[in-house]
């Protein structure tokens, strides 16, 4: 019987089903060919011993296919059960049998992933810049709203979609970036002038890293400093920094040039408006601008 005829707007239905009838959505954030038995080795073991995979995934039928359902989320799992199958054919998948739209599978999506360690910042912002051309008409301002953040936060993540394969290479794992260095990383990258040398090193890194693996990897903090150890000083020292009261920083001048005066706020600083605001003015008038 065709699921999508007795399944109700919103209804959610539990089933088990074979993973080889499951496509993989192409809106899912997750890199595919980066699963394999050994990163997934505990999702596998546990499921093994359960019998089945106790957190379902989230499907939705494919209008027009009574055979195939598409996989929202839960790409681990999925891969977990059909490495399973190999020895235990008999072994299905637990899915939740949803209908939903594109805008809603990705908003789905977008939250599992969210709470997933496993799947890079690099990968979310690759899949948000899918997302604003294919579901939000290119509209920041339309998907931060989905996301439920402002457009000026959206700005500053999609730019981390465009940090390049061959720059990632250089850490152990993807996952290993977190958002604050991915985006300093790509304003560093950003830069036509420094990202030649960047992606040298990185080069290099990923062949020092390669000799390293697995006994002696290089930390992300270490991988950070040595891609941008050639920034010249004005750009890799601010000229003053105010720091919150926990210790982050809020507001710095990064220069001072004929231009005018570069002042960043740094994202979720810890600091109140008005500490911002009196931040603000004591470097207007450390600088000649008040």
């Not at 890799?236 to 990064?254: N, R």
């Amino acid at each position: 019987m065709n699921m999508i005829a007795r399944m109700p707007k919103g209804k959610v239905e539990l089933v088990r089903l074979d993973p080889a009838c499951i496509r993989i959505w192409h809106g899912n954030a997750r890199h595919q060919a980066s699963l394999n038995e050994a990163n997934c080795s505990e999702l596998i073991d546990s499921i093994a011993t359960e019998g089945e995979n106790r957190v379902p995934v989230i499907v939705r039928p494919i209008p027009g296919d009574n055979l195939y359902f598409e996989l929202v989320a839960g790409t681990r799992r999925h891969f977990a059960v059909s490495h399973l199958q190999r020895s235990c054919p008999d072994i299905l998948l637990v899915a939740q049998v949803m209908l939903l739209s594109d805008q809603e599978a990705f908003r789905i999506a977008d939250a599992e992933n969210g709470k997933r360690a496993d799947v890079s910042v690099v990968e979310r912002a690759r899949n948000y810049v899918w997302a604003l051309d294919n579901l939000y008409d290119g509209k920041k301002a339309k998907l931060a709203n989905a996301l439920g953040h402002e457009p000026p936060w959206l700005s500053k993540f999609l730019l981390i979609a465009a940090i390049p394969d061959e720059v990632l290479q250089a850490f152990t794992s993807p996952t290993d970036l977190a958002a604050k260095p991915a985006y300093r990383l790509a304003r560093a990258l950003d830069d036509e002038e420094r990202r030649p040398d960047i992606i040298a090193r990185a080069q290099e890194l990923a062949r020092e890293q390669a000799e390293r693996k697995p006994v002696n990897p290089m930390t992300a903090a270490v991988v950070m400093k040595r891609l941008l150890c050639g920034a010249t000083s004005d750009q890799s020292q601010p000229l003053a920094a105010w720091p919150s009261k926990s210790g982050l920083p809020a507001l710095t001048v990064e220069k001072k040039d004929r231009h005018g005066l570069s002042i960043l706020v740094h994202e979720n600083p810890g600091a109140t408006t008005d500490e911002l605001m009196a931040s603000f003015r004591e470097a207007l008038e450390r600088f000649g601008w008040a």
